[in-house]
């Protein structure tokens, strides 16, 4: 077991400064990457994820407060009129065009993004320049961001979409395609770069979870008060958030309440502590990783042997879901690992999948490693398989009924691993030991 450092100090420490003299983790060296590496994503990655999904150009239409969420990643995060950037899969390379109204397109060609960025009197209509285009390059499937079911693929508004049609003759309106499977294919796998820069993010999202429960005093501390102290080591390091700030972290010592902010409940001796917690780093990547502790009674120096079993029953699903993941196995294939393991285990049944992808978004796009949980045939993300350069963010589940018959504890041992070659490897140190937290009265330990 980790044992956490004797945290009898005052519960204001909370609301202040972290311990002084723990040396401040190093934030990984993202900052100023993104665009250099978005150029390389495009020109590396997009090929081969057109040529999977099987389109031949992609239309991304953008515009100014409310754009597209990919915007971002095919650079028009700062569109003022409507403006379109089109991508046309040429044999193993993709050419991209911008078509921008006259007082941004001078930027985008500064940027250097694009292989070509074409101006247009503001007022005229981008959809026609866009038909004019796909026209020329006879393109036989045209990807659109439109998809029921992988939302960061879904930009296009629904005027957006009718204006386009309008603008097409009926022959190319029949060749449009949800973009789901292109940017599923896309965003999952990441650079070796991108990896290296979540390898050292994600060792930083769990020392500072380590660092938050070294303060936490059992009958004092509540689960907001351990959320206050990571937003403020956040704000200390200049990270930001992987996902919605209300939520992020999420505390949790008391029955499983899913995706949800920290309460003020008072962590108490035998509590398991749940933090999850996800940091972006370079205005770009995110993490998304849980820590666990326990609660010793006063007088304890291990936790039962119950709940040492439901640990180490967690930690198991970890390991058997990394075993399972391997390039070419599904994303069911993962998920049905562990619930195979978790019945083995006697595990009461989790309703929520063993993992997702992450990098952009805590939730990012590509295989979901879920869908055995209904015992139906796996469909949608589930179906997509692993390739190398994936990131995943996973969960090993051990659960257990308390107090209200509907009530679950859950352990989530939830760790991130990219896919390799040959099987998956974790990006940092997995949580092997819970941390152990004293209670006040619990005899000196060495």
Known sequence: MTRARSALLPSLLLLTAPMAQAASPAVPAAEGAWPRIRKERIQKLLPSAMAQAKVDAWVVICRENDNDP??????????????????????????????????EAVALRDMNLLDEVIAFERGASVYTK?????????????????????????????????????????????????SEDLVSEWMAVKLPEEVDILR????????????????????????????????QRMAELGVGDAWA???????????????????????????????????????AWGTDIQRFAYVLAPGETQPSKEALARWEKSKKGSRVALAAMRPGAR???????????????????????????????????????????????????????????????????FAWKVGEPDQLRILSVEEMAVVTDTGAEYLNPPQEDLILIPSPDAPHQP
């Open 331 to 397: 994303g069911y294939d993962v998920d049905k690992a562990q619930r195979d393991w978790m019945r083995e285990a006697g595990s009461e049944g989790v309703m929520w999948g063993t993992g997702h992808p992450v990098g952009y978004w805590a939730h990012d796009a590509g295989p979901a490693l879920s869908g055995a949980a209904s015992g139906k045939p796996p469909t949608g993300s589930a179906l997509r398989v692993l390739r190398p350069g994936q990131v995943f963010a996973f969960d090993g589940f």
């Open 200 to 231: 050292r993010a994600a060792a930083l999202t769990a020392k500072l979870e380590e660092e938050a429960y070294r303060a936490v005093v059992p009958g004092k501390t509540r689960d907001s008060d351990v959320a206050r102290f990571l937003r």
């Open 70 to 103: 990919l915007a971002a990643h095919v650079g028009c995060e700062n569109a003022g009129g409507t403006a379109a950037f089109l991508f046309f899969r040429e044999g193993d390379r993709v050419r991209s065009v911008g078509l921008s109204p006259a007082g």
């Open 130 to 178: 866009v038909a004019e285009q796909l026209a020329q390059a006879k393109s036989a499937r045209v990807a659109i961001n439109a998809s029921e079911s992988v939302t960061v693929a879904d930009g296009l508004s629904a005027t957006q979409r009718a204006a386009l049609e309008k603008a097409l003759p009926p022959a190319l309106r029949k060749r449009l395609v949800s």
């Open 245 to 283: 700030p209300d939520q992020n972290p999420n505390v949790n010592s008391g029955p499983t309440r899913g995706h949800s902010n920290a309460t003020d409940r008072v962590i108490q001796p035998g509590d398991f502590i749940q933090t999850d917690f996800g940091i972006r780093v370079g205005g």
